[in-house]
């Protein structure tokens, strides 16, 4: 094993370029060449391979995003794609592939692992949605970027006396609006795992009203309802004034906290040292502050549980 390719796959997320120079910085110093793949799988297609050097990735730590960009590709998921894929590892002599990416990209590498390569997989997403690791790279990052609009909403629904419903993304996965409700001291937080119960959010609004509570901030989880018919049936049934914000993108950029760059940093060391101990087809994880590697099949398959016992602190906290 010589060379390894890299590559950022899917939505972006803060502490990808850590991860990227961790990879690149311990591949250097056991001499192995690393091969830098820009816009994911599409630019494995395209053959936009570049080798990387030591200060390729100086200078990045700190930056949210991925320098070697990323993409979806449906291409990639075809055999014709797969083949054209195999193509290019081989024109640049690539040994071994270390994946950054969420479940799709894990399962993108998963086909070519298959095929021969071997593959380490590093998971990179602010949604937290794979259930064999208790945290993903970039998710705490997004937690901190929603509690800080939480706080500052917070000043504003206090002052108008408003309830405030606050849209966060996590595709499926309730585990952002979860933390940040938690952290951000919402009064409710509605996700997919436990279902949508406005009535409830109303009654609450009405008691903390009685009780001269002057805010309500209501963190949703984006794909259950549209935040706007929410905020109409909440107006109709408690006469509150609401007001909505979808905070979108905002929740993937912007600097990764320590936690996420000391994460990507031990899983990017760890990635290299496996392939350099010939194991492949792995997936990293953290569990209980330890980087773990399971086998990338098994990755797939586990459920992610969504934690009942936090939710009920977080309702606890918030009556
Ligand atoms: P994420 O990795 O963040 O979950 P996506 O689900 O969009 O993001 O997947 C990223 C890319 O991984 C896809 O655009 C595609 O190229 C590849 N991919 C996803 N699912 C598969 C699959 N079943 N087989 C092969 N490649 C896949
Ligand atoms: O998977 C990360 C994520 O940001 C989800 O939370 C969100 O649903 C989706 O990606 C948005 O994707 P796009 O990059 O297509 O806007």
New binding site residues.
């Given amino acids: 094993m010589r060379t390894i390719g890299l590559l950022t796959s ?2 972006d ?1 803060p502490g990808m370029n850590a991860a990227i120079r961790s990879v690149v910085r311990t591949s250097i110093f056991n001499k192995l060449k690393v091969m830098g793949i820009r816009h994911g799988y599409n630019g494995l297609l395209n053959g936009e391979v570049m080798e990387m050097d030591v200060s390729s990735v100086a200078d990045i730590i700190h930056r949210g995003g991925t320098m070697l960009r990323t993409a ?1 590709c449906e291409e990639f998921k075809t055999e014709e794609g797969l083949k054209k894929a195999l193509n290019i590892i081989n024109v640049f002599g690539i040994d071994a592939l270390v994946v950054l990416g ?1 479940d799709g990209s894990f399962r993108g590498a998963r086909s070519l692992e298959e095929l021969g390569i071997p593959v380490i997989c590093i998971p990179c ?3 937290n ?1 794979m259930g064999y690791t208790d945290y993903s790279i970039g998710f705490m990052t997004a937690v901190e970027t929603v509690v800080d609009a939480i706080s500052k909403i917070r000043d504003t629904s206090t002052s108008h006396g408003r309830a405030n419903i606050v849209e966060v ?3 499926k996965c309730g585990d ?1 609006a979860l933390y940040s409700g938690l952290a951000g001291g919402a009064e409710s937080i509605i996700v997919l795992e436990t279902g949508i119960n406005v009535d409830e959010v109303c009654k609450k609004i009405i008691q903390g009203r009685n009780r001269g509570k002057l805010h309500h901030i209501i963190v949703l989880a ?2 259950i309802k549209n935040p706007y018919e929410v905020s109409d049936e909440i107006k109709d049934k408690t006469g509150a004034e609401v007001r909505v914000t979808t905070l979108g ?1 905002i ?2 950029g912007g600097t990764p906290t320590s936690f996420d760059r000391i994460m990507a940093s031990r899983m990017g060391h760890k990635a290299v040292e496996l392939l350099l101990n010939n194991k492949s087809g792995r997936a990293l994880g953290m569990k209980c502050n330890k980087i773990i590697d399971i086998s990338l099949e098994e990755a797939l398959k586990v459920e992610k549980i969504f934690n009942k016992d936090m939710y009920n602190i977080a309702k606890t906290l918030s009556i």
């Fill in positions: 899917g939505g997320a979806r969420g997403t602010i949604d949605d993304m996590g595709r952002i984006e794909g993108h929740q993937r």
